[in-house]
C-alpha cells in the first residue's frame, strides 16, 4: 500500500470553471476525510464519509462544492463556478480505529489556483 | 470549547540548535495527540502519536512529551537541520473520531 493517494497534485482554472479533485485512501480505511488549508493556516475540515455514507459536512461545505465516495473506496470532491476565495490546498485523510486510538494519515493534497 | 492552540507562531534558529513547540488543548474526552510536519506545498506527515498514558515518544531527533493532567503537549527538535524547516501541526483525537488541529508553528532553521 502507498499511503494516501491525491490527484491531481496541481490545478490551474479559470474563475467560473468546476474542477474535480480525487482521493485513493489507504485500502483498509474506511473513513475518508476532506480539508481545506490556506496559507499559513492549519487544515479547516470540510467533510467526512464512513464507508460511502457522508456522516458530516462543515458550513465551509458552501452548495458549490460536492463531495462523494460512492463504492466507499476512493472519493471525488468537486468545485463548480470556482472563485478566487476558493485557491487553497485540498487536503484528504484516511483513518480507521485501531485499539482505541484513532490514526489519519494525510494525502500530499491538491492544490488549486483560481485565476 | 474543543480547542488546541500552538505556541509560537514562528520560529527562527540557528542550524545544529534545539527549538521546544508547545501544544495546549481543551479536547474532552482525550484519544490521542499526534504531531504533525508538513513542508511546504506538501501534505502532513506524522511524526509522533501519543496516547493518555504515554509521557514521552521519541523519533529520531524529534521527541513528543505529553502532560495529560495539564492538557499540553511539547515537540523537542535536537541539533536542527536546514531540512527541518516546515510547519509543525498538533491535532488533537477526540473519543468518537474527531479531530481538532491547532494552527500550526512554522521553523525556519538558518545555516
Known amino acids: 500500500d502507498t499511503g494516501v493517494s491525491q490527484d491531481p497534485r496541481h490545478k490551474i482554472t479559470k474563475r467560473g470553471q468546476n474542477v474535480t479533485f480525487r482521493c485513493d485512501p489507504i485500502?483498509?480505511?474506511?473513513?475518508l476525510y476532506w480539508y481545506r488549508q490556506t496559507l499559513g493556516q492549519g487544515p479547516e475540515f470540510l467533510t467526512y464519509?464512513?464507508?460511502?455514507?457522508?456522516?458530516?459536512k462543515s458550513r465551509l461545505l458552501s452548495d458549490r462544492f460536492s463531495a462523494e465516495r460512492p463504492k466507499g473506496s476512493f472519493s471525488t470532491l468537486e468545485i463548480q463556478r470556482t472563485e478566487q476565495g476558493d485557491s487553497a490546498m485540498y487536503l484528504c485523510?484516511?483513518?480507521?480505529?485501531?485499539?482505541?486510538?484513532?490514526?489519519?494519515?494525510f494525502g500530499a493534497g491538491s492544490r488549486l489556483t483560481v485565476l | 470549547k474543543n480547542q488546541v492552540e500552538q505556541s509560537p507562531q514562528s520560529l527562527i534558529i540557528l542550524e545544529g540548535k534545539n527549538c521546544t513547540l508547545q501544544?495546549?488543548?481543551?479536547?474532552?474526552?482525550?484519544?490521542?495527540l499526534r504531531w504533525y510536519k508538513q513542508d511546504t506545498g506538501r501534505g502532513p506527515v506524522s511524526l509522533t502519536i501519543?496516547?493518555?498514558?504515554?509521557n514521552t515518544k521519541s523519533n529520531g531527533r524529534y521527541t513528543a512529551t505529553l502532560d495529560a493532567d495539564t492538557k499540553q503537549s511539547s515537540l523537542h527538535i535536537t541539533a536542527s537541520q536546514l531540512s527541518d524547516s516546515a510547519s509543525y501541526i498538533c491535532?488533537?483525537?477526540?473519543?468518537?473520531?474527531?479531530?481538532?488541529f491547532g494552527t500550526g508553528t512554522s521553523l525556519t532553521v538558518i545555516p
Open positions: 485523510a484516511s483513518s480507521t480505529h485501531l485499539a482505541g486510538a484513532n490514526v489519519l494519515t
Open positions: 485500502s483498509e480505511h474506511n473513513r
Open positions: 464519509f464512513q464507508n460511502e455514507a457522508q456522516l458530516e
Open positions: 501544544c495546549n488543548y481543551t479536547v474532552s474526552p482525550f484519544s490521542n
Open positions: 501519543m496516547t493518555f498514558s504515554e
Open positions: 491535532v488533537v483525537s477526540r473519543t468518537g473520531n474527531q479531530f481538532y
